[in-house]
C-alpha cells in the first residue's frame, strides 16, 4: 500500500458565515436532519440521564458549528448528527455519541480541549482530541503532518477503540456527500479513504463498513468504470433472476426436509470487489462466477456443520473451495463456514453458512463489543476483538518515534491476509500471509525474536527467510549470544518485527557509533599531550557541559556518537575540550605529546586506533579495495557513516584524501582479529566439467570460506574468468589459498583482485 500523498481530511470543506435571509427556506426544509429529534429514534437502548448528556452535547455542538454550512446547503450540525447516529446504530455508549457530535468542534469552532474537560469530562475530551488532526501545529512537509496526524489517531484508537469507529463513521458519512464536494477533490479524499480507512475498517472486521467504503471509494476514483460495472451487474442480476429464485427455493425444501430452522439471505459482490478480480485475476466480467451467493443463519454452532452437510448433498462441491473459518476464525474475529457448490445449469454458488452472532461480528467486528454484549462496556476491554492488534500498535510505538517510521509499520499490517501456524505446544498464532519464521519469533516475544539464531517446521531445519504455511508447526531455536541481522529487514513482513528490529539494530549502532567516538576523541586527546577523557565528577561536568555548547548535542553520548559516525571531527573537538581543560589549570603532559607525535625515536609515530573486526556496524572495510589484515590500511570517517577501512594503495582512497584529507585518520590491525576477513581473488581456469568443483575443492582445502561467486556471462571458450570473494584470517592466509589454487591442473593463474565482485 502507497502512502497517500494529503493529510488526512476529516470532512469536506464548509462553508461558514451567517445564513441569509434567502437561505431560510433552505435551513426550513433541513430542520428535522439538523434537530435531535434525528437522533432520538435510535437512542431507546440509553438512559434517560445518558439521554439528556448527549442532548446537552449536541446543543453545545449546534452552537458552535452555527452559521456554517456544508457543501449541499445543508447545516453543517446534519454532519455532527449523522455521524453519531451511525454510532448510535452500533449502540455505541454516550460518551462516544457525544464525542460524536462534538468531533469538530476543536478543529473548526476554537472550543478548547479543556472547555470540554469542564463541560463533559475528561474521556469525552480525550476522545474528541483522539480525532483531531494536528493542522495547527507547524511541519515541515505535508506527508509530515499526515504520518504525525495518523500516528495520534491510531494510538488514540489503541488506548480506546471508540475513536476509530467515530471516525470511520464520520469518514462514512463524507464519503457518502463526496459528490456535493468540487469535482478535483475527488481523487485525494477517495484515495485515502481506499488505502488507509477502508483496510483499516477491514482490520477490525467491521466489513459493512468496509465495503461501503470501497464501493464509494470506487465510485469516485473510476466514475465511468463504476457505472459500467453497475449497468453489467443489473443486467446480470435480471438474467440470472430465476435461476437465483429456483436455487432459492430446493436450498429452502431441503433444510425443511431436514427440519433444520435457518434464515437464508441472498448476497451480492460489492462492485469493487467484482473489480479487482476482474484487474488482479485478468477476468472479463463474465468470467466472474461468484457475483451472487447466500448466507444461511442457524441457532448453534453443531447446526452449521449439519446446514453445510445438507447443501453437500444437494449440490456437489467444487473441490479446493471449502474453508472453516468457524474453526479457526480470520484474525478480525470473522467466523463462518464457506463452501462453493455446482448449482443448476453448472453455475457456481457461494454458501455462507453461520450463526446470528457469528453474522453480528461478520457485519460489525470491534462494534460487536457493544452490539451483541447486553451490558455496554467502555471499550478497553482487553478481550474486546482486535486488541492484538491495537495492543501491537503500542508497541510500535515504544520502540518508534519518528511518525513516519510509525506509519510505515503499521500499514504493512492493515491485510490481514492470514495464515495460521501452531507453536509446539499446539497454540494456535495468527499472521498475514507472506510473514516468515522471524514474524513468527517476534510474534511469540521481542526477546524470543532478537535471540533467535534456527527454526525448526515440522522437525526439520529451514532457513530463517522461509515463509509459513498454513499449519505448520514451528519450533524457535535461540542463543544468548545472538542479535537481529540487518539482513532480515529485506523478508520480515508484519510491522511489529520490522520495528523491533530497527529498535535493536539502532541501539546497538548508536552504543557501537559512540564507543569508537569514545576511541577517536581519547586518540586525538593524547596527540594534544592529556591522557584520558574528563570523568563524570561534579569539577569535570562544568567542561562537558561548555563543550556541548560549542558542538550543539545535548548530550555526552550523542558527542561521542556524532564523533563515530564522522558528524563531528575528534581532532577539532579535542583541541577544545584542551582549551576548556587548560582554563582550569590541566597543561598538556608534555612526555605524552612528544611520546605520541613522535615516538621513541625522533619519528612521526604510527600508533592508531586498531582494529580487530568485533567493531560491527561502526566500522566497514571498503569494497573497492577490501582490506585483510597484512595490508597498510587508512581510515575515512564518512559524513554520517562512521569509519570507513581502506587499504593505503586504493586509488578512491587516494582520491578522497586529495578532497577531503582532515577526514583521514590513522588505523591499524590489532595484534590478534577475532574474525574473518572478506577479499576478492581472480581464478583464470581451462573450461571443462567439474572445474568449479576443483577451485571449491582447492579452497576449502586452504581453509577458506567462499561468500560470493561470479562467473561473468561471456560465451563458452577454452578458458574462463572466476571471480570470487573468500574469507581469511590475514595476508598469510591469502597467500596460502592463492598458492592451493594454482597447484590445481585446472588452474591457469590465480591472484588477488581489488575490484568488488
Not at 561548555?546 to 545535548?554: A, I, P, Q, V, W
Request: hydrophobic share 40%.
Amino acid at each position: 500500500m502507497n502512502t497517500p500523498a494529503h493529510p488526512p481530511t476529516d470532512s469536506p470543506p464548509k462553508v461558514k458565515g451567517k445564513v441569509r435571509a434567502g437561505a431560510v427556506h433552505v435551513a426550513a426544509a433541513n430542520a428535522t436532519a439538523a434537530s435531535f429529534a434525528a437522533l432520538t429514534a435510535r437512542l431507546d437502548y440509553l438512559t434517560p440521564a445518558d439521554i439528556e448528556q448527549v442532548r446537552l452535547a449536541y446543543r453545545f455542538a449546534d452552537e458552535a458549528h452555527l452559521g456554517q454550512l456544508r457543501n449541499n446547503g445543508e447545516p453543517y450540525i446534519t454532519h455532527p448528527i449523522a455521524v453519531a447516529a451511525q454510532c448510535a446504530d452500533w449502540r455505541l455508549d454516550a460518551q462516544a455519541l457525544m464525542a460524536a457530535l462534538l468531533h469538530d468542534a476543536i478543529e473548526d469552532c476554537g472550543v478548547t480541549k479543556s472547555e470540554l474537560i469542564e463541560r463533559f469530562g475528561s474521556a469525552v475530551a480525550e476522545l474528541v482530541d483522539g480525532l483531531t488532526k494536528l493542522d495547527r501545529l507547524h511541519f515541515n512537509t505535508r506527508e509530515e503532518s499526515q504520518a504525525e496526524s495518523f500516528r495520534k489517531m491510531l494510538l488514540a484508537m489503541a488506548r480506546d477503540v471508540r475513536v476509530i469507529l467515530i471516525k470511520l463513521a464520520d469518514r462514512s458519512h463524507n464519503m457518502r456527500t463526496l459528490s456535493d464536494v468540487p469535482r478535483e477533490k475527488w481523487g485525494r479524499i477517495a484515495s485515502e479513504t481506499l488505502e488507509i480507512y477502508a483496510p483499516i475498517a477491514h482490520r477490525l472486521g467491521l466489513n459493512q463498513t468496509y465495503r461501503e467504503l470501497q464501493d464509494l471509494s470506487f465510485r469516485h476514483l473510476r466514475p465511468w468504470r463504476y457505472a459500467t460495472l453497475s449497468k453489467a451487474v443489473e443486467k446480470a442480476r435480471s438474467r440470472r433472476r430465476d435461476l437465483i429464485q429456483r436455487v432459492q427455493k430446493e436450498v429452502e425444501a431441503a433444510f425443511a426436509a431436514s427440519g433444520l430452522q435457518v434464515r437464508i439471505a441472498g448476497r451480492e459482490k460489492s462492485l469493487y470487489s467484482i473489480y479487482r478480480k476482474m484487474v488482479d485475476k485478468h477476468l472479463s466480467f463474465a468470467q466472474v462466477t461468484d457475483i451472487y451467493g447466500f448466507r444461511v443463519l442457524v441457532p448453534e454452532v453443531i447446526d452449521c456443520y449439519t446446514a453445510l452437510g445438507t447443501l453437500h448433498q444437494l449440490y456437489k462441491p467444487v473441490p479446493g473451495k471449502f474453508k472453516d473459518h468457524i474453526a479457526i476464525a480470520k484474525v478480525n474475529g470473522y467466523q463462518s463456514l464457506h463452501t462453493t457448490l455446482v448449482g443448476p445449469s453448472g453455475v457456481n454458488v457461494e454458501f455462507q453458512v453461520r450463526t446470528e452472532p457469528m453474522h453480528i461480528v461478520a457485519e460489525s467486528g470491534v462494534a460487536a463489543h457493544w452490539l451483541y454484549k447486553e451490558k455496554a462496556a467502555d471499550g478497553t476491554s482487553s478481550d474486546r476483538l482486535g486488541a492484538q492488534w491495537l495492543q501491537s500498535l503500542l508497541d510500535i510505538q515504544d520502540e518508534t518515534r519518528d511518525a513516519a517510521e510509525f506509519w510505515d509499520h503499521v500499514k504493512v499490517d492493515l491485510f490481514p491476509d492470514a495464515v495460521y501456524v501452531f507453536t509446539p505446544k499446539s497454540q494456535i498464532m495468527a499472521l498475514p500471509r507472506g510473514a516468515t519464521v522471524v514474524d513468527f519469533a517476534y510474534a511469540i516475544h521481542s526477546n524470543v525474536g532478537d535471540r533467535t539464531v534456527a527454526a525448526k517446521i515440522g522437525g526439520e531445519l529451514v532457513p530463517l527467510r522461509t515463509e509459513l504455511k498454513n499449519g505448520d508447526v514451528i519450533e524457535i531455536i535461540t542463543a544468548p549470544v545472538s542479535a537481529p541481522n540487518p539482513s532480515w529487514l529485506s523478508f520480515v513482513r508484519t510491522g511489529r518485527a520490522r520495528s523491533k528490529i530497527r529498535h535493536h539494530l539502532k541501539t546497538m549502532a548508536h552504543t557501537e557509533s559512540e564507543e569508537l567516538g569514545g576511541k577517536l576523541l581519547t586518540q586525538a586527546l593524547r596527540s594534544e599531550g592529556i591522557e584520558h577523557l574528563p570523568d563524570d565528577s561534579e569539577s569535570q561536568s562544568g567542561i562537558w557541559e561548555k563543550l556541548l555548547r560549542f558542538t550543539g548535542n545535548k548530550t555526552r553520548s550523542e558527542l561521542l556518537a556524532d564523533i563515530g559516525l564522522g558528524k563531528r571531527i575528534a581532532n577539532i573537538v579535542a583541541k577544545r575540550l584542551v582549551n576548556l581543560l587548560a582554563e582550569q589549570g590541566e597543561k598538556p603532559n608534555a612526555v605524552l605529546l612528544t611520546r605520541e607525535r613522535y615516538g621513541t625515536t625522533g619519528t612521526p609515530a604510527l600508533t592508531g586506533l586498531a582494529l580487530d573486526g568485533s567493531e560491527n556496524a561502526s566500522v566497514q572495510f571498503a569494497k573497492c579495495c577490501r582490506p585483510i589484515p597484512g595490508d597498510a590500511i587508512v581510515g575515512y570517517l564518512g559524513r554520517g557513516e562512521g569509519l570507513l577501512v581502506h587499504a593505503e594503495n586504493c586509488p578512491t582512497a587516494k582520491k578522497l584524501q586529495n578532497k577531503d584529507s582532515e577526514r583521514f585518520i590513522q588505523v591499524e590491525w590489532a595484534d590478534e582479529t577475532v574474525r574473518p576477513f572478506e577479499t576478492g581473488i581472480s581464478v583464470t581456469v581451462t573450461n571443462g566439467k567439474g572445474v568449479l568443483a576443483k577451485v571449491a575443492s582447492a579452497l576449502a582445502a586452504a581453509e577458506t570460506d567462499i561468500t560470493h561467486i561470479d562467473m561473468g556471462e561471456e560465451a563458452a571458450q577454452d578458458t574462463a574468468e572466476l571471480r570470487f570473494v573468500i574469507a581469511v584470517r590475514d595476508l598469510a592466509h591469502l597467500e596460502a589459498a592463492l598458492r592451493s589454487l594454482n597447484r590445481s591442473k585446472s588452474v591457469i593463474r590465480a591472484g588477488r583482485t581489488r575490484v568488488a565482485s
